[in-house]
């Protein structure tokens, strides 16, 4: 082999291997958003009735989402009814021992009268009567005293079993109230608004991935839909955790957009997760959440959920 080619495959030998770029997939993501979550009912199922189409511009006051409450309406109507039989039967009640009151207030009157008229018939002088007429006066003031006294007792005990009566009506009528304000209020839950103007938006069911959608049932507590801001997007995307050791926070990156091929846009990593997690139909490694900022901070005519694919340049390289 002749030496000038020689020494022309030594020095490309020598020359340092041009590293690939690094490559993640994410996309646009709202620092704050409205998400509006499954209510809480009895049920853990609930069924959503109707949402609003995906993409819908929305303003405040509009409504979003409508979940299926023909059960709860129908809890609510026997509630009510419940409401109105027991104020009916506390009024009755109240009816009722109002008259068992006056009737122990009569015979404590009338004790009182007897035990009067006992102590004067009592009080004749002994030799103004005969001795069996004062025998029998004296009779008939100790079985007064006794009457007064247990016509007394009778007519405590008849008002504290008003008072307690009375307050197990108010109990009563007090948990069917607090019982029927809790399924109101359920109800109300059932239909959902938006507080903020901004573009509706699907979020994925937790366990398959697939949006959420109408006709969809879901568990009290998921999130089905968000309302996302536009004025602080971000980049959220997903890095390997084998590739880990190749990204740091403040490193330059390149942001394309799938919707929009002729977009490029610098950013700046922002934060690298903790912990890699394993995601549905990406294989068996674990990714690593990365949140991307943009260099630009004029308005992009970017929305959330848009697909981005970041590049990460290696060290030094140009």
């Not at 495959?9 to 590293?19: G, Y």
């Not at 709202?30 to 511009?57: H, K, L, N, Y």
Request: aromatic share 6%; charged share 25%; hydrophobic share 40%.
């Amino acid at each position: 082999m002749r030496p000038a080619l020689c020494s022309l495959l030594l020095a490309l030998l020598s020359l340092p291997a041009l590293a690939e770029p690094l490559l993640l997939s994410g996309e646009v993501a709202a620092r704050d958003s409205q998400v509006f979550v499954a209510p809480e009912t009895d049920e853990w199922i609930v069924q959503i009735a109707w949402m609003v189409e995906e993409g819908t511009r929305v303003e405040p006051g509009d409504a979003v989402v409508q979940y299926d409450s023909a059960s709860v309406a129908a809890n609510l109507e026997q509630l009510e009814e419940g409401l109105r039989k027991v104020k009916a039967e506390s009024r009755r009640n109240d009816l009722i021992q109002d008259l068992e009151l006056r009737e122990a207030q009569h015979l404590y009157d009338v004790a009182v009268l007897n035990l009067k008229k006992a102590k004067l018939d009592a009080g004749i002088p002994s030799e103004l009567l005969s001795e069996l007429q004062y025998e029998q006066y004296q009779l008939a003031l100790t079985q007064a005293i006794n009457d007064e006294v247990e016509t007394r007792k009778a007519l405590a005990v008849k008002k504290e079993d008003v008072v307690a009566e009375k307050q197990r009506s108010q109990v009563e009528i007090a948990g069917a109230k607090n019982e029927l304000r809790r399924v109101q209020l359920m109800l109300d839950s059932m239909t959902q608004y938006s507080a903020r103007s901004g573009t509706a938006m699907y979020v994925d069911h937790p366990w398959t991935r697939n949006k959420i959608r109408q006709g969809d049932s879901v568990e009290r507590g998921f999130s089905v839909l968000e309302i996302p801001s536009t004025d602080d997007l971000h980049v959220r995307a997903w890095l390997n955790e084998v590739d880990i050791a190749q990204v740091h926070e403040v490193q330059q990156v390149s942001i394309g957009f799938d919707a929009r091929p002729t977009l490029q846009v610098a950013g700046v990593i922002e934060r690298i997760g903790k912990q890699a997690e394993p995601k549905n139909h990406w294989g068996d490694s674990g990714y690593i959440d990365v949140d991307i900022r943009f260099d630009n901070k004029k308005s992009l005519g970017l929305l959330p959920g848009m697909s981005v694919l970041v590049e990460v340049s290696p060290e030094g390289s140009p």
